[in-house]
């Protein structure tokens, strides 16, 4: 249990590492707005199949010793939990560009 909450932790880090790259890259604007969309694409695809996936397996059915039927249910939570999460970043960094872009055009 303590590997699986480790590796999670490694992975928040990881991920506020890239969403810090993404915020302030000085690319061309629509290169960054790719490279922005273009991760948290794979972001939305990997993350929530990986947790649900990972939390089934290790967390419900062999941690907390939940039924086959059970685990289905609570992993499904945390794999939407994770959907929402990575749809909140994509905003948060899609609006700080965006922000970030009209201040620089402002002060042309």
């Not at 629509?30 to 939305?44: E, G, Q």
């Not at 990997?46 to 967390?59: D, E, M, Q, R």
């Not at 086959?68 to 560009?97: G, P, Q, R």
Request: proline share 1%; hydrophobic share 55%; aromatic share 16%.
């Amino acid at each position: 249990m303590a590997v699986c909450f480790s590796i999670v932790l490694d992975l928040m880090k990881l991920l506020a590492g890239q969403i810090f790259f993404l915020s302030f890259s000085n690319d061309g604007s629509l290169v960054s707005a790719l490279k922005t969309l273009l991760f948290f694409t794979v972001l939305m695809v990997t993350l929530p199949i990986g947790l649900y996936f990972a939390s089934k397996s290790f967390v419900f059915e062999a941690s907390m010793g939940m039924s086959n039927k059970d685990s289905y249910f609570y992993a499904a939570i945390v794999a939407v939990v994770a959907v929402h999460v990575v749809l909140a970043l994509f905003v948060y960094v899609a609006w700080n560009e965006g922000s970030r872009q009209w201040r620089e055009g402002k002060q042309d």
